[in-house]
C-alpha cells in the first residue's frame, strides 16, 4: 500500500465516522421499535459505505486538481450521497 493510499485510507476511515453515530442510533432504534422496513435501508447504506471506501482508497475516478489542488471524484461523491438518502431512509421509516 502506498503513502497515497494510506492517507486516502485513513481519510475515508474519518469519513465514515461522520456518520455512524447516526447510522447506529437509526438502526438501534429499529431494533426496538421492531421497524422491520429499515433492514433494507441499512443493508444498502452498508454496501453504499463499502463501496465507498473502495473508490475513496483506489482513487478510481479520481480528477485532475484544479488550482486549489482539490482532485473531484464525482463517483465517490455520487455513492457517499446516495448512503446519505439511505440514513434518510431509515429516519422516515419511523413515522
Keep these: 500500500m502506498t503513502d497515497e493510499m494510506f492517507q486516502r ?5 474519518e469519513n465514515l465516522k461522520e456518520s455512524l453515530p447516526a447510522f ?3 438502526a438501534i432504534l429499529s ?4 421497524v422491520q422496513n429499515n433492514t433494507v ?4 447504506w452498508l454496501l453504499l459505505r463499502v463501496i465507498f ?3 475513496y482508497i483506489s482513487g ?4 485532475p486538481a484544479n488550482d ?10 455520487f455513492v457517499w450521497a446516495l448512503s446519505i ?3 434518510f431512509d431509515m429516519a422516515f421509516n419511523f413515522i
Design 9 to 13: 485510507s485513513r481519510r475515508a476511515s
Design 24 to 26: 447506529l442510533a437509526l
Design 31 to 34: 431494533i426496538f421499535l421492531d
Design 41 to 44: 435501508a441499512a443493508s444498502c
Design 53 to 55: 471506501a473502495a473508490i
Design 60 to 63: 478510481f475516478n479520481l480528477k
Design 68 to 77: 486549489s489542488r482539490h482532485q473531484a471524484q464525482p463517483l465517490r461523491s
Design 85 to 87: 438518502v439511505a440514513l
